[in-house]
C-alpha cells in the first residue's frame, strides 16, 4: 500500500533542501504519493535565472555543495517528478510577495497552491518539514 508523504519546504538551507528532495525522490520513486510545497526561502532557489549560493549551516553542508558526487538537491526534485509523479507545488502567499509569475518558476514546479487546499490534500499523510 503506498503512502502519502506530504513535505513542507520553508527554509533556504543546503542541508534541509537536500534531505527533502532526497526523501522526495526516493518515496516517489518507490510508488508512494509524494507532494511537495515550497515557500519562503526555498521557494526562492526554484525561481528562473536565481544564481545565489544556497547557505549552508555546517560543515556536511559544505562537503555537499563541493563533492559533486551527490545528485543536487533541484535534480533530486526534478527526478521525484519524473520517475515518480511527485507533486511539486509553489505556495501561492509566496510566489505573490516575491512578485513572480509563474512563467518564472522552474518547469518542474506544478500549480500555485494555498497553504489551506495542500493541508487539506495532506489528511491522513505522513507531513514533514524542512
Known amino acids: 500500500m503506498a503512502r502519502k ?19 522526495a525522490s526516493v518515496a516517489a520513486a ?11 526561502n526555498a521557494l526562492l532557489y ?4 536565481q544564481s545565489a549560493a544556497v547557505p549552508v549551516e555546517g560543515s556536511f553542508g559544505a562537503l555537499l555543495e563541493k563533492d559533486g558526487g551527490v545528485p543536487p538537491f533541484k535534480q ?7 520517475l515518480g509523479d511527485a507533486k511539486l ?3 501561492s502567499m509566496a510566489i505573490d510577495l516575491l512578485k513572480v509569475s ?6 518542474e ?4 497552491t494555498g497553504l489551506t487546499k495542500f493541508l487539506s490534500e ?3 499523510a505522513q507531513m514533514l518539514t524542512f
Not at 508523504?5 to 534541509?16: A, L, M, N, P
Not at 533530486?76 to 519524473?82: D, G, I, N, V
Open 5 to 23: 508523504v506530504y513535505i513542507v519546504c520553508v527554509s533556504g538551507t543546503r542541508e534541509k533542501l537536500q534531505m527533502a528532495a532526497m526523501i
Open 30 to 40: 518507490t510508488g508512494d504519493e509524494v507532494c511537495v510545497f515550497f515557500s519562503m
Open 46 to 49: 526554484f525561481v528562473k535565472g
Open 76 to 82: 533530486l526534485f526534478k527526478y521525484a517528478a519524473e
Open 89 to 91: 507545488l509553489p505556495c
Open 102 to 107: 509563474t512563467d518564472q518558476l522552474d518547469p
Open 109 to 112: 514546479l506544478g500549480p500555485p
Open 122 to 124: 495532506a489528511e491522513g
